[in-house]
């Protein structure tokens, strides 16, 4: 029988946890978020993280706004939670712990919550009929928007109610002006104006007849217009 035992003493805590909402984003457009979360540690079997801070706490009862009401759940390298309600910035912190319960230090990160959809607002067309023919090829119009804004783009759409996501984009080879823009920090209530082309309107929309032209602007935060 053997008479003595190998026992192992570990003070050593995880090392260089991070965490990053939406991958590092500055803005989130909804409650519910991702977190990414990371240790230098090799072997994380046994781990557990603790996390808390501005969130929604029905969500998940073990995360709360407070280090002290949160419990310890199995480490994992993400995680969904939903933020606390009302625009405005979020800080999420978290703390790993090992196989033995050394605690890391606190890591955390904050994000925008920007839950508002920009608005945009048309004036014009000086035109509402078109052709291909010199003197009748262009109509002109404006818009503005209510929030500084990162995008825009001008397209044909099938029905008023289209997402940014369809329809087709009006070109600017035969001279429409300002048809789309990614330069970002376009400021709000400024008009940005506009001209589309007979023969870039067929380009991107085949047809004589009626055309639905939507303007879709994208704030900051990721909210496309509706």
């Known amino acids: 029988m053997a008479s003595f035992f190998n026992l192992t003493l570990d003070t050593t805590a995880p ?5 990053a909402i939406e991958g590092g984003a500055a803005y989130a457009s909804q409650q519910l978020v991702n977190l990414t979360i990371g240790t230098s540690d090799g072997v994380t079997t046994g781990y557990q993280m603790l996390i ?3 969130v929604d706490t029905t969500y998940d009862a073990n995360v709360q706004t407070l280090e002290g009401s949160s419990a310890w759940i199995t480490y994992a390298t993400s995680k969904q939670i939903k933020l606390s309600t009302g625009d405005a910035s ?9 196989d033995v319960y050394n605690p890391s230090g606190q890591a955390s990160d904050s ?35 209510d929030t500084i804004f990162e995008e825009y783009k001008v397209k044909v759409v099938s029905s008023s109610g289209a997402a940014h996501d369809v329809g087709a984009q009006i070109g600017t080879a035969s001279g429409s002006t300002n048809m789309s ?18 023969t870039d309107l067929e380009t991107a929309s085949n ?5 639905i032209i939507k303007v879709f ?3 900051g935060s990721g909210s496309w217009s509706v």
Request: hydrophobic fraction near 35%; proline fraction near 5%.
């Open 52 to 54: 808390w801070g501005d």
């Open 90 to 98: 979020k800080t999420i912190y978290i703390k790993v712990r090992d």
């Open 15 to 19: 090392s260089n946890v991070t965490l």
């Open 207 to 211: 047809g004589d007849g009626v055309k």
């Open 181 to 198: 823009g990614s330069a970002g920090g376009y400021p709000a209530s400024t008009p940005i104006n506009c001209q589309i082309n007979g």
């Open 217 to 219: 602007v994208l704030e």
């Open 111 to 145: 994000i925008i919550l920007d839950t508002t959809v920009p608005v945009v607002t048309i004036a014009g067309p000086d035109l509402s009929k078109i052709s291909k023919q010199s003197g009748k090829n262009v109509s002109a119009f404006s818009f503005s928007v």
